[in-house]
């Protein structure tokens, strides 16, 4: 508990300086943890067979959905966020975090649209097209990395850092969307 208290502290007192100091931590971790699994097929199957399915989604459209999202929150088991977490992919991304004893937070995978594919927990909303998790990663193309400073969560109460690398199509080397991996601070110290 006290090294919770010091890594909230050290956050509060020089967010800035926190978040640069954690980020060649991040790297490292993503290079050596994530980056071998990130692109596996049954991920790539599965945000290929959504973005099949969302094909020709509007603006409008995914706004909708993402309203549906955040107004079933506090109910998972129902649609639209059950068949988002209750998937073999979701159960696969589960395992790594319970593999990685503590370190991993939260994984999700998101379409061509930013809209979560498979969660190993539930969101707090469903689009992250608008947010740079996506944008700089899946928007700026293959190989695209970002990696937020370490800040408090709001899905999983925890200060965390998140990892976000667009995922290929292995076929033809184009982006079809992107992961996100949450990584406790504590497990960076």
């Not at 980056?35 to 969302?54: G, L, R």
Request: no cysteine; glycine share 6%.
């Amino acid at each position: 508990m006290r090294l919770v208290t010091t890594v909230a502290a050290l956050l509060m007192a020089v967010p800035a300086i926190a978040s640069d100091e954690f980020t060649p931590a991040l790297e490292a971790y993503m290079n050596d943890e994530i980056m071998d699994w990130a692109n596996a097929p049954e991920i790539v199957a599965a945000i290929k067979a959504q973005n099949d399915a969302h094909a020709g989604l509007t603006q409008t459209q995914i706004e909708e959905m993402d309203q549906a999202w955040r107004g079933t929150v506090a109910t998972p088991q129902n649609d639209p966020i059950a068949p988002v977490l209750e998937n073999p992919v979701a159960d696969a991304l589960r395992a790594r975090i319970d593999a990685s004893m503590g370190a991993m937070t939260e994984i999700f995978i998101m379409d061509e649209h930013g809209l979560n594919v498979a969660a190993s927990d539930v969101t707090s909303d469903m689009w992250q097209g608008d947010e740079a998790k996506f944008q700089d990663t899946y928007g700026k193309g293959a190989g695209s990395v970002h990696i937020s400073g370490v800040e408090l969560d709001e899905s999983t109460q925890r200060y965390q850092g998140q990892i976000s690398v667009t995922i290929v199509d292995p076929e033809t080397g184009s982006p079809i969307g992107a992961i996100t991996v949450g990584v406790d601070a504590e497990s960076l110290l």
